[in-house]
């Protein structure tokens, strides 16, 4: 089956099985080692992609779903001027997840700032609801997603 699709802002096209999952083959077709399909449920929140601008879990997502949607990682969003309020949000209130969950963290916390300029701790706490992260203090990172919002927020109105 062939799809196209638009990945970081990259056009891109491939032949592939219609039984593959797309975390798949970001990870190990086109190399996006941000993912990690650690429980192929979505529960644990290691896969997070933005798929259209909406969270998703690339986990559960049948690779031919990508069919003509716009997909961003943890890849991509590094490479946006918004990464660096997160990362100053998250270093200021003590909340860094490991190397290994800060991909999706960071993928997951531009969902949150993207549908809301001013998140709630609640707000926030409902969105990481599902995930797992043995790594970090929700209480923190919910803490530096506000923070990081606020330098989001001077960012954006000068």
Do not use: W
Request: hydrophobic share 35%; glycine share 6%.
């Amino acid at each position: 089956m062939k799809i196209s699709f638009t990945l970081n802002g990259q056009e891109l096209a491939a032949d592939v099985p219609a039984s593959l999952r797309l975390v798949d083959f970001l990870r190990d077709r086109l190399k996006i080692h941000s993912l990690h399909p650690s429980c192929y449920s979505g529960e644990c929140g290691n896969c997070a992609v933005l798929l259209n601008g909406e969270l998703a879990y690339s986990c559960m997502i049948p690779v031919f779903a990508a069919q003509g949607t716009s997909i961003h990682t943890y890849e991509g969003i590094q490479l946006s001027e918004e990464y660096e309020d997160i990362i100053k949000g998250l270093r200021d209130e003590n909340a860094f997840p490991c190397s290994y969950c800060l991909p999706s963290k960071i993928v997951i916390i531009q969902s949150i700032l993207k549908s809301s300029p001013d998140p709630s701790t609640q707000d926030i706490f409902e969105v990481f609801a599902g995930t797992h992260c043995p790594c970090t203090n929700f209480h923190n990172l919910a803490r530096g997603i506000i923070r990081a919002a606020f330098y989001r927020r001077e960012h954006v109105n000068g």
